[in-house]
């Protein structure tokens, strides 16, 4: 027996009312949830309200517990974005930075670029920054935890480059290839985050 539009809706805003506040946790939990209650109304034969005021005096408190991420850093986000990294896609991407590292340093016109790199890259972060608070403010107008928690990926990159740029010698292999692989990683972050939102979209938990 699958629940209709108000259904569903009942079951959001409850879950809006015990403070979970990101959409896309509310929908990995409305459809868990969702489910489970479907179940019950056809192996117990109770209608809606009476199938979801049981399972929610059950288990749907330890659901309620276990979804509560609203605070601490978010592992599950690191772990996301360190398998996108690898993704067959992204490793051509970084091969593609790796040919053009060799040839610009064949050809040596990044100098200039190089001895700037950290404050360029601070500057770029800030912009992301800039642009993620924007976004979430003014265009989706809704929280999202994995998004959200990108926040930290990028608190992370920041403190990298303030500590490991500006403590190499910029004339330094080290340097020169550390200074593409972040900008690998800088890369992969906006394409990790724009990946994020897309699939959000696809989910069309906009709506809710």
């Known amino acids: ?8 809706q009942f ?11 990101f959409a896309d946790i509310r929908a990995e939990m409305i459809d868990h949830i969702a489910t489970a209650v479907e179940e019950k109304m056809e192996t117990e034969n109770l209608d809606f309200y009476d199938a979801f005021k049981e399972y929610m ?18 592992f599950m986000v690191f772990k996301k974005f360190t398998l996108f990294l690898v993704k067959p896609q992204m490793l051509i991407v970084l091969g593609l930075l790796i040919g ?43 929280r999202f935890y994995y998004i959200e928690k ?3 990926l990028l608190a992370i990159l920041y403190w ?4 490991f740029l500006y403590l190499l010698d910029e004339t330094s292999a080290i340097y020169f290839y550390g200074t593409w692989i ?10 990790f985050s724009i990946a994020q939102i897309r699939n959000f979209f696809k989910l069309k938990l906009n709506t809710l």
């Not at 340093?105 to 950290?118: G, L, T």
């Not at 990298?160 to 500590?163: K, L, P, T, Y």
Request: charged share 20%.
């Open 182 to 191: 972040f900008l690998y990683f800088l890369l992969g972050f906006i394409l």
């Open 57 to 74: 005096g059950t288990t749907g408190q330890d659901i309620l517990k276990s979804n509560n991420k609203k605070l601490g850093f978010s």
């Open 150 to 152: 990108n926040g930290q």
């Open 160 to 163: 990298i480059n303030m500590i």
């Open 11 to 21: 079951i959001d805003n409850y879950l809006q009312k015990q403070d979970i506040i």
């Open 100 to 142: 053009i590292s060799k040839l610009l340093e064949q050809i040596k016109p990044q100098k200039d670029f190089m001895e700037h790199s950290s404050y360029y890259f601070s500057c770029l972060i800030l912009f992301i920054a800039l642009i993620h608070i924007a976004y979430f403010l003014f265009i989706l107008k809704k």
């Open 1 to 8: 027996m699958k629940l209709d539009q108000p259904e569903i």
